[in-house]
């Protein structure tokens, strides 16, 4: 079956994932991590994209991101790209690519999914194992959400400043937000939209994009067995 094209609309909130190939290590050492979120910083600063939201895994990154236009983010996602991988391959002693051909995108509707989508991705590591609580991950923007930190990479989200009148009231409800955790069903649905490339939002929101894109924006029903 042919992939469906990409579609990334300038203005419209994206979740990103960017994996390593086969799954492989893309982060071996801490400087691999503060050399990616600078070169990100600097990709996404050239090509106009807002990164409101992040988590670096060991072999896999997600981003939510706005981009300003249409080829925003895939200009953004191939400077880093490039770059990165020419530091990681020269460090390392290696050859060949680093990341996954083509990175995973899904375009968000604001209104109902965009703030489950960053705690989604902040709780990356939790649900990894690797800490109990994502306050102790640093690798993440729940540093910036929830603490108080602010990466020079950052541009936080209206809808996450609309949380509160003040930045200590913000992180507090932000913290309670996250506390509150995920539903099975919504982990699923965010899931299932990344990896397909399929719109996250309402049947409505999904129709107006299907429209304005050229492309299918619904999951295929399963056809039956033979």
């Known amino acids: 079956m042919a992939r469906l094209r990409r579609y990334c609309p300038g203005g419209v909130p994206q979740h990103v994932i960017q994996r390593g190939n086969n799954r492989t290590a893309c982060f071996a050492a ?3 991590l503060t050399t990616y979120a600078h070169y990100l910083d600097e990709a996404a600063l050239a090509h106009g994209v807002a990164i409101h939201g992040w988590v670096f895994m060991t072999n896999h990154v997600h981003l939510l991101v706005t981009p300003q236009a249409d ?43 965009l703030m489950a989508c960053l ?39 209206p809808r996450y400043l609309g949380l509160g009148s003040s930045n200590s009231e913000r992180q ?13 069903d919504l982990v699923a649905d965010l899931r299932q939209s990344i990896n397909q490339g399929l719109a996250l939002g309402s049947e409505k929101f999904r129709r107006e994009i299907e429209t304005l894109g050229g492309r299918r924006q619904h999951f295929l029903k399963r056809g039956p067995r033979c």
């Open 30 to 32: 801490r400087d691999d």
């Open 172 to 184: 507090q409800r932000y913290r309670a937000l996250v506390t509150s955790g995920l539903s099975d």
């Open 119 to 157: 705690r989604y991705i902040e709780l990356n590591p939790v649900r990894a194992g690797m800490v109990n609580d994502p306050a102790d991950y640093a690798w993440s923007s729940y540093q910036a959400h929830a603490l108080g930190k602010h990466p020079t990479l950052w541009q936080p989200h």
């Open 71 to 113: 080829d925003s983010l895939s200009k953004t996602i191939q400077s880093l790209g490039r770059r990165y991988v020419r530091y990681f391959n020269y460090k390392y002693r290696r050859t060949g690519s680093l990341f996954e051909g083509r990175f995973k995108s899904c375009i968000i509707e604001e209104s109902r999914y």
